[in-house]
Nanobody
Framework: QLQFVESGGGLVQPGGSLRLSCAAS????????IGWFRQAPGKEHEGVSC???????YYADSVKGRFTISRDNAKNTVYLQMNSLKPEDTAVYYC??????????????????????WGQGTQVTVSS
C-alpha cells in the first residue's frame, strides 16, 4: 500500500539546505512515530531522525545540530529540515511509520524492523 509521498530532494552544494516533506495518503500521521531513514548505495538503511506522536524527537549523532524534524498535523505532513549538508548525507531518504505500540516515551533508537509503512524515497545528492 502506498502510504507516503516524499518530496523535496535534489542536488545541493555542501553547506546548503533542503527541506524534505512526507505527506500521508491514508494514514493519519499524528497517531504514529514517523521516522526518516536514508540509504546510500551499498549501505544499510540508517535511521536519521524520528518524531513521536507526542512530539518527542530523536536524531542520529551524525545529523544532530544540522537536521530538524517537525510535523504539521493539520497538513498530515512531517518535515525534515536539513542544513549544513555534507557529501556524506547523499542518499535516498525514506519516510516511514513505526508499528503502533512498538515504542513508548522518548525514542532512543530507530530499529528499521519496527517501522511498518514506507514511502518510495526521495534522492538527496550533496556535491560540489
Amino acid at each position: 500500500q502506498l502510504q507516503f509521498v516524499e518530496s523535496g530532494g535534489g542536488l545541493v552544494q555542501p553547506g546548503g539546505s533542503l527541506r524534505l516533506s512526507c505527506a500521508a495518503s491514508r494514514l493519519t500521521l499524528a497517531y504514529y512515530t514517523i521516522g526518516w531513514f536514508r540509504q546510500a548505495p551499498g549501505k544499510e538503511h540508517e535511521g536519521v531522525s524520528c518524531i513521536s506522536s507526542s512530539n518527542h524527537t530523536y536524531y542520529a549523532d551524525s545529523v544532530k545540530g544540522r537536521f530538524t524534524i517537525s510535523r504539521d498535523n493539520a497538513k498530515n505532513t512531517v518535515y525534515l529540515q536539513m542544513n549544513s549538508l555534507k557529501p556524506e548525507d547523499t542518499a535516498v531518504y525514506y519516510c516511514a511509520a513505526e508499528i503502533p505500540g512498538a515504542s513508548t516515551g522518548q525514542p532512543q533508537s530507530m530499529p528499521a524492523n519496527e517501522y511498518e509503512y514506507w514511502g518510495q524515497g526521495t534522492q538527496v545528492t550533496v556535491s560540489s
